[in-house]
Nanobody
Framework: QVQLVESGGGLVQAGGSLRLSCAASGRTFSSYAMGWFRQAPGKEREFVAAISWTGRSTYYADFVKGRFTISRGNAKNTVYLQMNSLKPEDTAVYYC?????????????????WGQGTQVTVSS
């Protein structure tokens, strides 16, 4: 089993920044690509960003391109989501997910493990 724990959410004004972290632990954590997803009240969970196992390839939803940056630590068991120029429509619970693959996917149903989520609220 792999455990994922997110942190870094909170309340921020529009235009502000937050940095989310996701720490992975458990059985050998090797060759897992990672993704960030979000779910707003009354809406389906949606893809935000993803990163390959090596960290060399990153993928973004169109609505966050140029504002969010995904990265992973040197030990590869921590993933970050730097969120800049936040908008009220970015308000959601943000989830970290892991897929046992070198390359990530944007499909929620293909991820093997999920964190418990962290709330991000952007006020106008």
């Amino acid at each position: 089993q792999v455990q994922l724990v997110e942190s870094g959410g909170g309340l921020v004004q529009a235009g502000g920044s937050l940095r989310l972290s996701c720490a992975a632990s458990g059985r050998t954590f090797s060759s897992y690509a990672m993704g960030w997803f979000r779910q707003a009240p009354g809406k389906e969970r949606e893809f935000v960003a993803a990163i390959s196992w090596t960290g060399r390839s990153t993928y973004y939803a169109d609505f966050v391109k140029g504002r969010f940056t995904i990265s992973r630590g040197n030990a590869k068991n921590t993933v970050y989501l730097q969120m800049n120029s936040l908008k009220p429509e970015d308000t959601a619970v943000y989830y970290c997910a892991a897929i046992q693959s070198l390359i990530p996917t944007m499909r929620t149903d293909e991820y093997d493990y999920w964190g418990q989520g962290t709330q991000v609220t952007v006020s106008s």
